[in-house]
């Protein structure tokens, strides 16, 4: 996996205008164009050994190992059964060493090596347990490519002889999400072994014409993948947003929390100098008032006295007798 995603950029950049110009040159001649098939699917699944199953040959490596075999997409050409066939082979989705965006370049040149599109993606699954990261593989290649490519899709699963005397209908119908997936690929589906010894295909490549058929004699366009790469930019821009409006309002909050607590400190803190005064000012009149109670019992002994002796005096004078009469 060599490409770096600066390549991968240009690639993109260029991709339309050459995909325009080969899409013109090989208007009118479909016909007589190759069947150009795309093996997509994680690694390990048998994609390698798919492609040398439809065209007869060890074109592809093909190799029983702990780590991703095929790191770069490779397309090989072969005429099988007087039909010429182009088959794009790529790297595994879950590659054990390679990037996601590495993984992202190699999947553009499989666009690439396919142009003017594929007529068909052989979706590769090993018979096996459909794990939770099956289900994310295939998600992920459904994403990429987008939902129009569903109709461009056949399932195509390894390693049939695992079956035994199984019926391959009574092992997808344990699944729910296997039939699922075969739902959405309008229930195109194909088994294969390695032991097959390359001699069935024709009955997949049949498959593949009736679909090709079935949609007109179109295939997969460069238009499809622009789209459905806008729509993961799209949706990839909404999450972003919706992480960063997200942050905002809890940021937000945050702060609203802290200036409220600071708020209700400076309003604690004002009541308390509040009630301090009002203390203080209560104290006051208080001590006044105790000042006053025993102030006026000085003040006024003295005023009381001396009202009741001119009190006295007056009464006296107004009742005794006037000498000088
Ligand atoms: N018995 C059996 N073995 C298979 C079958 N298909 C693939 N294999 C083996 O599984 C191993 C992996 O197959 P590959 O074709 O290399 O898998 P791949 O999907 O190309 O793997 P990567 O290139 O690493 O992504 C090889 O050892 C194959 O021989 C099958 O139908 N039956
Ligand atoms: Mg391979």
Known sequence: MTQGSGGAHRILLLLPLFLQVLNHQCQGSEERAAMRIVLLGKTGAGKSTTGNIILRREAFKSDFSPVSVTSQCEKQSGVVAGRKIDVIDTPGLCDTSATVEEVQSEIENAVLMSVPGPHVFLLVIRLDRFTEEERKTVKSIQENFGAEASNYTIVVFTHRNQLKTKRLKDFIKESESLQKLLDTCGKRYYSIDISDN???????????????????????????????????????????????????????????????????????????????????????????????????????????????????????DYVAPDDTD
């Open 198 to 316: 390359y001699s069935p295909v024709g009955e997949l490549l049949e498959m593949i014409e009736k679909m090709v058929k079935s949609n007109g004699g179109q295939h997969y366009t460069n238009q499809m993948y622009q789209d459905a790469q806008r729509k993961i930019k799209d949706e990839e821009e909404k999450k972003r947003m919706e992480v960063d409006r997200k942050e905002k309002e809890e940021k937000d909050k945050l702060i609203e929390e802290l200036l409220s607590k600071e708020i209700r400190r400076e309003e604690q803190d004002k009541l308390r100098m509040e009630r301090k005064k009002i203390k203080k000012v209560r104290d006051g009149i208080n001590a006044l008032g105790a000042a006053l109670t025993t102030g006026a019992a000085v003040v006024l002994g003295p005023v009381a006295v001396i009202g009741g002796a001119v009190m006295t005096k007056v009464v006296a």
